[in-house]
């Protein structure tokens, strides 16, 4: 196995267990790595630190374990069980009425570069580096021990996650089994998910519990959900009371999939609209008319390169929609940008709601759900952040 020597001084962040070597810290690589070998990492006098995925970039190496031993199939079996387990814990697993969860969190289930969502029998799998790729048939064979009936379908859908450069052409498709059932259940409301077409693994798990939030505050108010997608928040705000539901989104295959939920949940509903538009073109001409706005927009910054303008999107949509949301209206708004700290994002929309002179009080700050558990040696995993304002 490859050796990657690091620089003196440089193993510090292992020490306290963070799960990425940088390629500023490494020394020399002892071996002929190719991207996505698994590595053996050593401090520079030559003690062992941990076991990993070699790949190119800055993140060179993505830790699997402080400890030397296999990557094998007995350790993606362990692991993975640990995932589930994990689940069945805070009750995810066996509740009734949700058959939808994340049943891999990269860092957060020590297994970075493999993101598992579960949807009603079917794992849909995205594989972030090269190594994880490479091992997929052994975390194929190790989910189908773990989940057993469970599973009737795994789906990888990594072409959109997977290095480009690595030249691996990924093909989304089915590694075990196959079904036309795309029907999911959160939390009592049905959903239909599409895998096959759609955004990340098909629908947005991480918005569960501030979905269930707004439930509580949707009755009798006038509900606008922008960067609707498939319309989760929507048809929440439906179930809890709202007078009427308007969802935007720019994308017409959103709104259609969003009607088709809408249609499941609550059939012939005259409540709910869906509208394919441009954001800031439709909170232009929404002054005055909600009573609730929901701003959940894709991630504006995904690398820290960009972090100067994706501040400068979220301070504009965050000034808008104080400005247009009814005196004593609510706000729930998001940034899934990992870039983007939860202080960073705070101070953001502080500064938008300044620049509105309108007083805004935070009701609740926001998170992930526990089903994207965040390590305490990767603070980097907490990437979802939210805040519920009280607008004046």
Same mark, same amino acid.
């Not at 400068?312 to 706000?331: A, C, D």
């Given at each position: 196995?490859s050796?990657?020597?690091?620089?003196?001084?440089?193993?510090?962040?292992? !020490?306290?267990?963070?799960?990425?070597?940088?390629?500023?810290?490494?020394?020399?690589?002892?071996?002929?790595?190719?991207?996505? #070998?698994?590595?053996?990492?050593?401090?520079?006098?030559?003690?062992?630190?941990?076991?990993?995925?070699?790949?190119i970039g800055?993140? %060179?190496?993505?830790?699997?374990?402080?400890?030397?031993? *296999?990557?094998?199939?007995?350790?993606?079996?362990e692991?993975?069980?640990?995932?589930?387990?994990?689940?069945v814990?805070?009750?995810?697993a066996?509740?009734?009425?949700?058959?939808?969860?994340?049943?891999?969190?990269?860092e957060g289930?020590?297994?970075?570069?493999?993101?598992?969502?579960?949807?009603?029998?079917?794992?849909?799998?995205?594989?972030?580096?090269?190594?994880?790729?490479?091992?997929?048939?052994?975390?194929?064979?190790?989910?189908?021990?773990?989940?057993?009936?469970?599973?009737?379908?795994?789906?990888?859908?990594s072409?959109?996650?997977?290095?480009?450069?690595?030249?691996?052409?990924?093909?989304? $498709?089915?590694?075990y089994?196959?079904?036309?059932?795309?029907?999911a259940?959160?939390n009592?409301l049905?959903?239909?998910? $599409?895998?096959?077409?759609?955004?990340?693994?098909?629908?947005?798990?991480?918005?569960?519990?501030?979905?269930?939030?707004?439930?509580?505050?949707?009755?009798d108010?006038n509900?606008?959900?922008?960067?609707?997608?498939?319309?989760?928040?929507?048809?929440?705000?439906?179930?809890?009371?709202?007078?009427?539901?308007?969802?935007?989104d720019?994308? %017409?295959? %959103?709104?259609?999939?969003?009607?088709?939920?809408v249609?499941?949940?609550?059939?012939? #509903?005259?409540?709910?609209?869906?509208?394919?538009?441009?954001?800031?073109?439709?909170?232009?001409?929404?002054?005055?008319?909600?009573?609730?706005?929901i701003?959940?927009?894709? %991630?504006?910054?995904?690398?820290?390169?960009?972090?100067?303008?994706?501040?400068?999107? !979220?301070?504009?949509?965050?000034?808008?929609?104080?400005?247009?949301?009814?005196p004593g209206?609510?706000?729930?708004?998001?940034?899934?940008?990992?870039?983007?700290?939860? $202080?960073?994002?705070?101070?953001?929309v502080?500064?938008?709601?300044a620049?509105?002179?309108?007083?805004?009080?935070?009701?609740?700050q926001?998170?992930?759900?526990a089903?994207?558990?965040?390590?305490?040696y990767?603070? *980097?995993g907490?990437y979802l952040?939210?805040?519920?304002?009280?607008?004046?």
């Amino acid at each position: 196995m490859s050796k990657i020597v690091l620089k003196a001084g440089k193993e510090r962040s292992l !020490y306290r267990l963070h799960p990425w070597v940088f390629s500023g810290a490494i020394a020399k690589i002892k071996g002929d790595v190719q991207e996505g #070998d698994v590595v053996q990492v050593y401090n520079s006098d030559d003690e062992y630190l941990a076991t990993g995925h070699y790949q190119i970039g800055s993140i %060179a190496v993505r830790v699997l374990t402080f400890k030397e031993e *296999e990557i094998d199939y007995n350790f993606w079996v362990e692991r993975i069980r640990q995932a589930y387990l994990t689940r069945v814990a805070i009750g995810l697993a066996t509740n009734p009425n949700n058959n939808v969860y994340r049943l891999v969190h990269g860092e957060g289930d020590d297994l970075s570069g493999l993101v598992i969502d579960y949807y009603a029998g079917v794992a849909v799998v995205q594989f972030h580096s090269v190594g994880m790729y490479k091992a997929r048939e052994e975390i194929t064979k190790a989910l189908l021990e773990v989940m057993g009936d469970k599973l009737i379908a795994i789906y990888d859908k990594s072409e959109g996650t997977l290095p480009f450069k690595a030249g691996l052409n990924p093909k989304n $498709d089915y590694l075990y089994g196959h079904t036309d059932n795309f029907t999911a259940i959160e939390n009592g409301l049905k959903f239909n998910v $599409d895998w096959l077409e759609g955004q990340k693994t098909g629908f947005f798990v991480d918005q569960r519990e501030n979905r269930r939030l707004l439930e509580q505050y949707a009755h009798d108010k006038n509900v606008l959900n922008m960067f609707c997608y498939t319309g989760g928040f929507s048809f929440y705000a439906m179930r809890g009371g709202a007078k009427l539901v308007h969802s935007v989104d720019a994308s %017409a295959r %959103a709104i259609e999939l969003t009607n088709q939920n809408v249609e499941l949940n609550f059939p012939g #509903d005259t409540r709910h609209e869906a509208f394919v538009e441009d954001a800031f073109k439709f909170l232009d001409k929404s002054h005055n008319k909600y009573d609730l706005i929901i701003l959940d927009p894709p %991630a504006f910054a995904k690398h820290q390169n960009v972090l100067d303008n994706a501040i400068q999107g !979220y301070k504009k949509l965050n000034r808008k929609g104080i400005e247009v949301v009814k005196p004593g209206g609510l706000i729930f708004t998001f940034s899934c940008s990992q870039v983007m700290t939860k $202080d960073l994002f705070r101070q953001t929309v502080f500064t938008a709601a300044a620049n509105t002179g309108r007083k805004v009080k935070i009701l609740h700050q926001l998170t992930q759900p526990a089903d994207h558990p965040i390590s305490i040696y990767h603070p *980097e995993g907490e990437y979802l952040k939210g805040l519920v304002l009280y607008v004046e």
